[in-house]
């Protein structure tokens, strides 16, 4: 069964620093999206990311985040300037079967077991 | 905007005990509805959605029907074990393309031997 990884498991990084989280979603998926949860905490949608581009993005999504899909297999989030409350399990999920033999709805989402970023 | 009340938890059962977790949401139009699992120390993976008014959703013993009148999806198992102890998040979709979930805040279910 395909599914979508997340590297590194743990990050931890110095308040200020840049961060880079990796993903591969699964590959013949078409929408890719980022989620967090802070510990203990809901789970809150950051981004949207489909056909090159962002499709949606929430109001924690602000200038320090971005995310970009280098080679057609990665999908990553970058937060350019680390915080405090940046600290949170960090979710990659994909969705949106471009169709094969097993199709599936395009609102189903496919979680990665996430990265923990830890900002001291 | 587009909202999601989920029953608090922790909620804590002995085994095969019927289990309901209350969800009811606030969307325009009728989105699809889902419930999510996260066990300890995973990600959150799919249990069972629905997609319309009066469809249930079901899978591993799990159930929730989609209310359109009550604005409800809330979630049942007739008879819990003690691997179903994890957190359920309840997520009403954003819009018809799936491009955005709002979740629930999570509710932690822990059974008992």
């Known amino acids: 069964e395909p599914e979508v990884t997340q590297t590194p498991s743990h990050q931890v990084t110095q308040m200020g620093q840049e961060v880079i989280l990796r993903c591969v979603p699964i590959?013949?998926?078409?929408?890719f999206y980022w989620y967090r949860q802070i510990l203990g905490q809901k789970v809150e949608f950051l981004v949207s990311?489909?056909?090159?581009?962002?499709?949606?993005k929430s109001e924690i999504f602000d200038d320090q985040f971005s995310v970009e899909r280098p080679d057609g297999s990665n999908f990553t989030l970058k937060i350019r300037s680390t915080k405090l409350e940046d600290s949170a399990m960090y979710f990659c999920?994909?969705?949106?079967?471009?169709?094969?033999?097993?199709?599936?709805?395009?609102?189903?989402?496919?979680f990665g077991p996430g990265t923990r970023l830890t900002v001291l | 905007g587009d909202s999601v009340t989920q029953m608090e938890g922790p909620v804590t059962l002995s085994e095969e005990a019927f289990l309901t977790i209350n969800c009811t949401y606030t969307?325009?139009?009728?989105?699809?509805l889902f419930w999510y699992v996260q066990y300890p120390g995973e990600g959150l993976q799919l249990l069972l959605k629905?997609?319309?008014?009066?469809d249930k959703g079901s899978n591993k013993g799990f159930e929730a029907t989609y209310r359109k009148e009550t604005t409800s999806f809330h979630l049942e198992k007739g008879s819990v074990q003690v691997s179903d102890s994890a957190v359920y998040f309840c997520?009403?979709?954003?819009?018809?393309?799936?491009?955005?979930?709002?979740f629930g805040p999570g509710t932690r279910l822990s059974v008992l031997p």
């Open positions: 999920a994909s969705g949106g079967d471009s169709g094969g033999p097993s199709y599936r709805s395009y609102n189903e989402q496919f």
């Open positions: 590959s013949n998926h078409l929408y």
């Open positions: 990311f489909y056909n090159n581009e962002i499709s949606e």
């Open positions: 969307a325009t139009g009728y989105p699809s």
């Open positions: 629905a997609t319309k008014a009066d």
């Open positions: 997520a009403p979709e954003l819009n018809n393309y799936g491009q955005n979930f709002v």
